[in-house]
């Protein structure tokens, strides 16, 4: 039963929408966790340095996507509702299979410096936390979710924390450029300044851009799907009260 209901959920947009949802937040949770730990100036961070990203993390991933996937983040969340029948069996295997590609690219992404963090190193890093921050921006002010009062921004100020606390380390996770260019020019110090304008706009244009092509249009498609349904029901209706008036 199951996965006869998932099989029909693999022709929906809506279906790989949530799957590359999960792919997409396991990826981000894996980026900014092994960010968080790694000995960027041969000094390891604290214990609770890492516990602090890894908790307000999820917090802050699982509010974007909560809408989309559920935000299971975890095998474990996936096959526990697919146990309950929240989850169909088809939908569970392509998460589990999505979470796991994501877990491997995340930790690829994030390298272990030598002594100092090169150039490339801290454009990708502010890049790569633009692009969460942004991302989180786009999800929680979406107008389809109707979210409002303080949830809005509690979230943005919990992922500023996060983006904070794994950036600051490396490449001073700036995030935005007029927060660099104040003391730029206070201090008269330009050296590699177009790192701090370059790198967070093209990740915020990227989250933006990935935000809006692929999970935008998820209720507007199963806004769809239910007209769809309701519209062959009331044909299927008007057919049957057809055919009584015709043999009556």
């Known amino acids: 039963m199951l996965f006869q209901e998932g099989s029909n959920e693999f022709l929906r947009r809506s279906f790989w929408t949530e799957v590359f949802a999960e792919f997409l937040v396991t990826l981000i949770y894996l980026f900014l966790v092994c960010g968080a730990v790694l000995p960027w100036n041969n000094t390891p961070p604290p214990v609770i340095h890492g516990a602090f990203i890894s908790g307000l993390s999820i917090a802050t991933l699982v509010m974007a996507v909560m809408h989309i996937s559920g935000g299971h983040l975890n095998p474990v969340v996936t096959i526990s509702f697919m146990s309950v029948g929240r989850v169909s069996v088809l939908k569970a295997i392509f998460f589990i299979v999505a979470q796991c590609l994501g877990e491997v690219i995340g930790s690829l992404g994030v390298t272990a410096p030598g002594k100092g963090v090169t150039t490339m190193q801290a454009f990708a890093v502010e890049l790569g936390l633009t692009f969460v921050l942004m991302f989180l921006v786009m999800a929680v002010t979406d107008p389809t979710r109707g979210m409002t009062g303080y949830g809005v921004p509690l979230s943005i100020g919990i992922c500023v924390f996060v983006c904070l606390m794994q950036g600051i380390p490396s490449s001073g996770a700036s995030l935005n ?70 043999t009556l």
Do not use: C
């Open 177 to 246: 450029p007029a927060r660099s260019i104040g003391p730029a020019v206070v201090m008269n110090s330009w050296r590699d300044h177009w790192i701090y304008w370059a790198a967070p706009t093209a990740g915020g244009l990227l989250a933006t851009g990935t935000y809006q092509l692929v999970f935008a249009s998820k209720r507007s498609n199963h806004d769809s799907d239910n007209n769809m349904i309701h519209s062959t029901e009331v044909m299927d209706r008007d057919d049957a009260s057809k055919f009584l008036d015709s």
